[in-house]
């Protein structure tokens, strides 16, 4: 199919003005009593209703009903979507190919091109092509990168960021093919979120000119996003004279994180570097980590070192230090033995994120020998079974804990399934339904469906949906100010985030009512990936726990930059109280993740936050 090309190469990409409504005069467009009937149908993902609210002869009611598509993302409300696109306002057919880019079809993208091809404004147009390539992309059937570089060199903003990452994404074979013109788009550029987002796939390129590239963007004066992918692409190259540059960068947060990984791959690593990483480390969750890496460079008092490292992990007052600790492995045996981190596992009193750590560091460097010592025990004529030996899958799923429970079901599903029943037998599933909550503990549930399903050859792609359980609040909703500002005072700082309730209402709303009433207070960043997110807000402060209701998916008009705020889940329909704040674009998340607020100040201090900082507070800004 020719439609890419078609739509992609056939145009100088038209920017211009959004064509929005006049604003209203109420806190938030939803207090105007004519949505009611939109967001009802969104919230229910009545595909019939919201068709028939595209007819309606109040152009508000048409948009607001044409983005509740972009929610839902259902198939059969392409034909209305379609029908919308020769609405008589521009702003509704705009929205309509916005929506349609999440679910259109190879028959959709071909009468949008015609469409595109036809239309007289230039935000429908432009919508039409941006909505197409997304389409294209999300279809599997973009893969040309002739295509894509022709998109990205006539593209701004976000749309030249999308296909940066759609770009960066192609097999390495393809990228190699066309390595002149991708090291080309970094002469037309000047260091910014697309430049990030390209130097990832530098390591797939590679060469001399690569590998320049990466030494350059490394550099302490490089915006952070930059900086980050680039340390992250030169790790596939890294040379002993790399090793200063990655030392200076191993100081906090994001940057300190990816450098010292880095340093791991290092073929060797002096005394003197190991000694600038320890004294550099400013966050005692790097320090730790720092600990493992003098350990693997040799250093000669590596007897206390692991006695610390060892102390560390067995007693420190954090908890996400202790897990750090265990986790730092300077040796195939691990900081701590075996029995070790199975009695931290099964004590319930120890900190969620130290019971993870400990299942990791026990199945990682034992569960495979002790796995196959029982096995070589079990015959015919014996009934000794695994559960009678202490393993760490067998604790962790009798543990009652739906984080290691879960954590078990994922190791289970990365190693292949449980075929034959070893693990999960009829009478452990029976166990694990009744411990594991329907709403809290989906996450673990469907992953226990995805087993079963695998063992009896059922279909285990699409989970089922979730039925709808949380009803937005009108009177809140109504009542919630557009733009709402929020402080999040952290260790390393504050942090601003204003709520967009236009676009995502029940997301705003529960957002809003957690923060009056203290949730987040003392809640702990679980989770820090360099370059892409910083996350927290979990009530076990693991990442595995949740509320016993779930919220609807919200998609609005606005997409994944940096500072973007989401909330985080387990498939369509499943999120609830975590959050995460982006640390540069992420196109990959678009359409996928209700993106509900954005960061308005503390970028910085977003970019310094590390695994175990805590919010102090969280606040409403009157």
Request: glycine letters at 6%; a negative charge; aromatic letters at 6%.
């Amino acid at each position: 199919m020719r439609i890419p090309l078609l739509l992609f190469s056939a145009t100088a990409i038209l920017i211009g003005c959004s064509g929005a409504t006049p604003k209203e005069p109420f806190p938030n467009r939803w207090s105007d009593v004519r949505l009611s009937p939109v967001l009802e149908a969104q919230e229910h993902r009545d595909t019939k209703a919201l068709c028939s609210l595209l007819e309606d002869p109040e152009v508000v009611v048409r948009e607001a009903a044409a983005l509740a598509f972009a929610s839902v993302q259902d198939s059969v409300s392409i034909p209305c979507l379609l029908k919308a696109l020769g609405d008589d306002v521009a702003v509704v057919r705009a929205t309509a190919a916005f929506s349609l880019g999440f679910i259109a079809n190879r028959n959709a993208l071909e009468e949008m091109a015609r469409r595109a091809l036809e239309e007289k404004d230039s935000t429908v147009q432009r919508a039409l092509f941006t909505a197409s390539f997304l389409a294209t992309q999300r279809s599997g059937q973009l893969k040309d990168p002739k295509a894509i570089i022709n998109y990205l060199e006539r593209s701004s903003g976000h749309e030249r960021i999308r296909a940066a990452d759609a770009l960066r994404r192609l097999p390495d074979s393809s990228l190699q093919r066309i390595s002149a013109d991708y090291l080309a788009l970094f002469d037309s550029i000047n260091p910014s979120e697309t430049e990030a987002i390209l130097t990832l796939a530098l390591s797939k390129i590679g060469g001399t000119d690569a590998v320049s590239l990466a030494r350059q963007y490394a550099q302490e004066e490089m915006p952070n996003a930059l900086r980050v992918n680039a340390l992250r692409a030169l790790t596939t190259f890294i040379e002993p004279k790399d090793g200063d540059l990655f030392v200076s960068a191993a100081r906090e947060g994001a940057v300190g994180t990816v450098a010292i990984e880095g340093l791991h791959l290092l073929p060797s690593l002096d005394h003197d570097q190991a000694m600038a990483v320890r004294k550099a480390a400013v966050d005692p969750l790097l320090a730790t980590q720092a600990l493992s890496l003098a350990l693997w460079a040799g250093e000669k008092d590596s007897d206390s070192l692991t006695a610390l490292l060892h102390h560390t992990a067995m007693s420190d007052p954090s908890p996400y230090v202790r897990a750090a600790a265990i986790l730092a492995n300077p040796s195939q045996f691990g900081v701590i033995t075996l029995t070790e981190a199975l009695d931290l596992l099964v004590d319930p009193s120890i900190h969620p994120a130290v019971r993870q750590a400990a299942f990791t560091s026990a199945s990682k460097d034992q569960a495979a020998e002790h796995m196959r010592q029982f096995q070589q025990m079990i015959r015919p004529d014996e009934d000794r079974r695994w559960r009678d030996l202490r393993s760490p899958l067998h604790e962790a799923f009798h543990s009652g804990d739906a984080g290691l429970i879960c954590a078990s079901l994922e190791q289970l599903l990365e190693t292949g399934g449980d075929p034959d029943s070893l693990f999960i037998t009829p009478e452990l599933e029976r166990t694990l339904r009744d411990t594991l909550r329907p709403l809290a503990d989906l996450e673990a549930l469907r992953l226990l469906d995805k087993i079963i399903a695998m063992r009896t050859g059922s279909q285990t792609s699409t989970p089922a949906p979730v039925r709808f359980n949380h009803p937005v609040d009108p009177v809140k909703l109504r009542a919630l100010k557009q733009g709402q500002r929020y402080r999040i005072v952290t260790v390393k700082g504050e942090i601003i985030i204003a709520t967009d309730v236009d676009d995502c209402p029940g997301s705003s709303v529960v957002f809003d009512s957690l923060v009056v009433a203290s949730y987040y207070n003392g809640k702990s960043f679980h989770r820090m990936v360099p370059g892409f997110v910083v996350q927290g807000g979990c009530p076990r402060g693991d990442g595995y726990g949740g509320m016993p209701w779930t919220l609807r998916t919200e998609i609005g008009s606005k997409l994944f930059t940096a500072g973007s705020v989401g909330l985080a889940s387990a498939g369509r329909d499943t999120e609830s109280c975590q959050f995460f704040i982006t640390h540069s674009a992420t196109p990959h998340l678009d359409g996928r993740y209700t993106r509900f607020g954005e960061v308005v100040s503390g970028m910085d201090v977003v970019w310094r936050l590390q695994v175990g900082d805590a919010m102090e507070r969280v606040e409403r800004i009157e």
